[in-house]
């Protein structure tokens, strides 16, 4: 089975595709057409709306690609587990289905896994690759299985939206009120469960350390210097591991873009126009 576009929705500016696998995803496009274009993917628990903050920047340079991951923001929901292959392959389909052949890549903690395989399996895809808080590889297996049997067992996702903001923002930031946290919050509280468990097992499953090297096109790796999740060391290691990577490691926690927005905007710019 093929992917296949879908409809349109007007009112929000969402366009749908069917992946080969019959999952309906959501995806937007903004700015000029005729402009290189780039690719966003997200953190687990958000949705597209992660980005927002940064589409005036990038659209003065760039048509750019928003998609939710299955069990994330508008797409359809699967059951788990799902796998960074699917995951991987759910974008070579939007990308096929919009006839779009090359991209410059951006991903952010789960983005950035994606944005890994990419760069493995479908290099003839991706320009040039930005990986953003993340790892190749974040073991063991036995911590994530019982994450996903407690998010699938749970009555509500309050006490996991606690857990994420906790491990994404400083916690001034948290105890300020800041309305940023709090639209963060409701994005995570937005999340199917199964798009929690089903994306953490594909986590779970991921171990891209030595594979990694396989990569060939110019790649930026960003790193908090106060991530928890994925610590400056897992930065360190993948910048050492893809072929001339460069690393920045900004003063951030886990979401540099909402923390340091003009700081992040500036890196990726510069490394994306740079001749």
Same mark, same amino acid.
């Given at each position: ?21 019959? /999952? ?20 687990? #628990? ?20 928003? +998609?939710? +991951? ?32 090359? /991209? ?9 896994? /994606? ?14 690759? $930005? *990986?953003?808080?993340?790892?190749? +590889? ?26 994420? $903001? ?7 930031? $948290?105890?300020?009120?800041?309305? $940023? ?19 953490? #097992? ?5 171990? @891209?350390?030595?594979? #990694? ?17 994925? *610590? ?40 994306? @126009?740079?001749?």
């Amino acid at each position: 089975m093929t992917a296949t576009i879908n409809e349109t929705n007007r009112t929000n500016g969402l366009s749908f595709f069917t992946t080969g696998d019959g /999952v309906r995803l959501a995806y937007r496009l903004d700015g000029a057409a005729g402009k290189p274009i780039l690719l966003l993917a997200n953190s687990i #628990a958000t949705s597209m709306n992660m980005w927002d903050g940064q589409m005036e920047a990038f659209k003065e340079h760039f048509r750019v690609l928003r +998609y939710d +991951y299955r069990g994330h923001g508008d797409s359809d929901t699967p059951a788990g587990p799902y796998s960074t292959d699917r995951m991987g392959r759910d974008v070579v389909e939007l990308l096929d289905s919009l006839q779009i052949g090359r /991209v410059h890549f951006l991903g952010l903690s789960l983005g950035g896994v /994606v944005g890994q395989w990419l760069g493995i399996h479908a290099p003839e895809r991706i320009n040039r690759l $930005i *990986l953003s808080n993340t790892s190749s +590889y974040l073991g063991p297996a036995e911590q994530w299985n019982g994450l996903i049997d407690s998010v699938l067992q749970a009555e509500n996702l309050n006490g996991f939206a606690d857990t994420f $903001i906790n491990n994404w923002f400083p916690s001034p930031m $948290i105890e300020s009120g800041s309305e $940023i946290v709090t639209a963060f919050r409701k994005m995570v509280l937005a999340t199917r469960a199964e798009g929690i468990g089903g994306s953490w #097992a594909a986590i779970r499953d991921m171990d @891209l350390r030595r594979t #990694a090297a396989l990569i060939g096109s110019p790649t930026l790796v960003i790193a908090g210097q106060y991530d928890t999740v994925t *610590l400056p060391s897992h930065g360190e290691l993948l910048a050492e591991t893809v072929p001339h990577a460069r690393l920045l490691m900004l003063p951030a926690v886990h979401l540099p873009n909402v923390e340091f927005p003009d700081l992040f905007e500036s890196a990726v710019l510069d490394f994306l @126009l740079a001749d």
